[in-house]
């Protein structure tokens, strides 16, 4: 019998510490430390986020090993977010995993964060199916809208993505807008719920096929409460969960109408999401009335693998580690990196 693989992933690309051992693809333990710190700002601080980093990575790591149940002699390898992310939040993922590989003397594995998002659906899971190539994937999250074509688990097609701004900030910016506090796209998740859909209309942006678009989104909304609040300066709190739905609503259209159109045009059948935004209820439940309308095979990564993860970053470093592809100690860590990289 093969000897067990345990590989330790680190993920520090933006505020979230977190570390996770999986074994042979299976998740053995998964540690998140959030950094509250960022609430009272609006958004992430990257120097507040490189230091609070520093405090958890220690700490986190060593619950991730004892939650395994496994020492650190145990690794058989350290995989680590390469990028992209914000400089120094990844330089203290790097050169923790580099320092501890070195001493063990184990591989160092580098992961890029994008195609970890994308990866995390082949997390051994006996609750989940894992798609089979080649498939669309939407990776959706803060940073980035992309629509990929994967052909295999390393080769992987961007066909259209956001000229301008990110979905996940469109959420987050249309909160800001309606006064609620940051990290605002659950929160419009949440009242939307409650909310009429169809409640108010927004345009939606005219741009390339499989192309994006949100600041035209964002400014629209804000133009359009700016307007209401004249007539009514009590509009926001009288039609909050209407609006939250009619935002919502709009933007799971657009996502839902460019996968129809990468569906038309690629004969690609098999679709799944990735990335932060992929926790939005509306855009789960879109996906799956697909599965029911147009025949599609459609894969939803559980919660806890859509936002910034360590577990999608072990596992891709599995998969990696079977390939023998491993870094150099001297890698360095990259702001920014395509999905294709």
């Not at 520090?12 to 053995?28: E, G, P």
């Not at 120094?88 to 580098?110: E, H, M, R």
């Not at 199916?129 to 080769?155: A, E, M, N, W």
Request: glycine content about 8%.
């Amino acid at each position: 019998m093969d000897k067990p693989v345990y590989i330790l992933g680190i993920e520090s690309s933006c505020d979230d510490t977190s570390a996770a051992v999986i074994c042979d693809a299976k998740v053995l333990s998964n540690v998140v430390a959030n950094q509250e710190v960022h609430s009272k700002y609006g958004g992430v601080v990257p120097e507040l986020a490189s230091r609070a980093h520093q405090q958890n990575i220690v700490p986190v790591v060593q619950q991730a090993l004892s939650q395994a149940n496994i020492t650190k002699e145990q690794l058989s390898a350290i995989a680590f977010t390469k990028g992209p992310g914000l400089m120094g939040s990844l330089l203290v993922g790097t050169s923790f995993a580099k320092s501890l590989a070195l001493g063990l003397q184990i591989p160092l594995i580098d992961v890029n964060h994008m195609q970890a998002h994308i990866l995390a659906h082949f997390i051994d899971d006996e609750k989940s199916k894992k798609p089979t190539f080649p498939f669309i994937c939407l990776t959706i999250s803060g940073g980035h809208t992309q629509i990929v074509k994967v052909s295999d688990y390393f080769k992987m097609e961007i066909l259209g993505e956001t000229i301008d701004d990110a979905v996940g900030e469109a959420f987050d910016k249309s909160a800001k807008i309606l006064g609620l506090p940051y990290p605002g796209g659950p929160l419009i998740d949440k009242y939307a719920q409650l909310g009429n859909e169809k409640a108010f209309q927004f345009t939606k942006p005219k741009v390339g096929d499989l192309e994006f678009s949100f600041s035209g989104l964002k400014t629209g909304i804000l133009y359009f409460i700016q307007k209401q609040q004249r007539i009514n300066p009590k509009f926001i709190e009288e039609n909050l969960n209407d609006i939250c739905a009619s935002i919502q609503y709009t933007i799971a259209e657009i996502l839902m109408d460019k996968l129809k159109k990468a569906v038309k045009l690629t004969g690609i059948k098999q679709i799944a999401i990735a990335g932060g935004v992929s926790a939005n209820s509306e855009i789960r439940n879109r996906l799956q009335l697909a599965e029911k309308h147009f025949g599609w095979t459609t894969f939803v990564p559980k919660f806890e693998y859509t936002t910034d993860n360590a577990a999608m970053i072990a596992v891709t470093g599995y998969l990696k580690y079977l390939d023998h592809t491993y870094a150099a100690i001297s890698v360095s860590a990259k702001a920014r990196l395509k999905v294709t990289d």
